[in-house]
């Protein structure tokens, strides 16, 4: 049980385009998901707290209009890259959080976007 | 505040060698919870285990063991007779029991581990 979805597991996209990653709860609900953006031979770096029916809470110096979140459901929240220019190309993961033990969260496979 | 130090960066030894990845932390809270996860070359987290702050007993998995020690506020990962597999990059976080958003994790910069055949 506890699985997490993304989608695409891979993308590559033009610089100047947008990109839509969809983070899934696949077997419970989820009310809050994370969005995080690693870097090669880093670290996981939160970018924003997903949280369903409200405006998603970003991390300090994360910008909210280029990084488009929308939890709609209480199994999906998607993640959007506005205008995306070769610095962004990341791997980007999301994670969901079930609240029934631990407050635990459970991730997803990550996407790895590369924008040329 | 809430952190988490992983001082090793890289980590290289040969098959059958035992490998021990520090991990220090330090929090305000008195509950926490405590977490290693394994990132393969794929890149999807893999849990390994989960430790709360109450609980200082030390585990063991096969070949991983930890040892969590509050008086010194580290929970280390140790592989036994290290394999090929194990190659990959070993995350230690933290799960405060309070903030402003339950269920946050803070992570350690990761400690990559490359066994040699």
């Known amino acids: 049980g506890a699985v997490v979805s993304q989608h695409p597991s891979w993308v590559i996209c033009k610089s100047g385009t947008s990109v839509k990653i969809e983070c899934r709860s696949l077997d419970f609900q989820a009310t809050t998901m994370f969005w995080y953006r690693q870097f090669p031979k880093q670290s996981l770096m939160l970018m924003a707290t997903?949280?369903?029916?409200?405006?998603?809470?970003?991390e300090q110096g994360v910008e909210k209009d280029k990084f488009l979140i929308n939890h709609a459901s209480l199994t999906l929240s998607t993640l959007t890259v506005t205008s995306a220019h070769p610095e962004d190309s990341s791997f980007y993961i999301c994670?969901?959080?079930?609240?029934?033990?631990?407050?635990?969260?459970?991730f997803g496979p990550g996407t790895r976007l590369t924008v040329t | 505040a809430q952190k988490v130090t992983q001082a090793q960066t890289e980590i290289s030894v040969v098959e059958k060698e035992d490998v021990t990845l520090d991990c220090v932390y330090e929090t305000r809270d008195t509950t926490y919870y405590l977490f290693w996860y394994k990132q393969p070359p794929s890149g999807e987290l893999v849990f390994l285990i989960r430790?709360?702050?109450?609980?200082?007993q030390n585990e063991i998995s096969g070949r991983y063991s930890w040892n969590f020690q509050k008086s010194t506020s580290s929970f280390n990962f140790t592989i036994t007779a290290s394999q090929v597999v194990d190659s990959a990059v070993y995350f230690c976080?933290?799960?405060?029991?309070?903030?402003?958003?339950?269920?946050?994790?803070?992570f350690g910069r990761g400690t990559q581990l490359t066994v040699w055949p």
């Open positions: 994670s969901a959080l079930r609240t029934v033990d631990y407050y635990e969260q459970y």
């Open positions: 430790r709360n702050s109450f609980d200082e």
């Open positions: 976080a933290l799960k405060p029991s309070r903030g402003s958003t339950l269920g946050r994790l803070y």
């Open positions: 997903s949280n369903e029916g409200s405006k998603a809470t970003y």
